[in-house]
């Protein structure tokens, strides 16, 4: 399993940005996927955003597309997640995962293997 580290969130206030990384470590295998799923007290995991490593393909949840950017640097095996125009209802901890190989699902959180420690992040005025 890779080891992965997710930095990047805090307090900001609506309409700001925000950028998380997660770095993965350890034994990473190509191609992967991995991306970013999100928990707010009392609800379920939602998927954020996945990128596929090997066919470049990205997949966003509806609540965050044209708003939220995946991105990756594949030499420092790292993902970001530019997130732009940010609301409230964004506020959550947000947990970076991967998989190798990509799961069918890719937005079903139950399928990665490994995860993050995961980072908050918090939308208020």
């Known amino acids: 399993e890779d080891k992965l580290v997710e930095s990047g969130g805090g307090l900001v206030r609506p309409g700001d940005s925000l950028l998380l990384s997660c770095a993965a470590s350890g034994r990473v295998s190509f191609p992967y996927c991995m991306g970013w799923f999100r928990q707010a007290p009392g609800k379920e995991r939602e998927g954020v955003a996945i990128?596929?490593?090997?066919?470049?393909?990205?997949t966003y949840g509806d609540s965050v597309k044209g708003r939220f950017t995946i991105s990756k640097d594949n030499a420092k095996n790292t993902v970001y997640l530019e997130m732009n125009n940010l609301k409230p209802e964004d506020s959550a901890m947000y947990y970076c995962?991967?998989?190798?190989?990509?799961?069918?699902?890719?937005?079903?959180?139950?399928?990665?293997?490994?995860w993050g420690q995961g980072t908050q992040v918090t939308v208020s005025t």
């Open positions: 990128i596929d490593t090997s066919r470049r393909l990205e």
């Open positions: 995962a991967s998989r190798s190989p990509c799961p069918n699902e890719r937005m079903t959180g139950a399928l990665y293997k490994s």
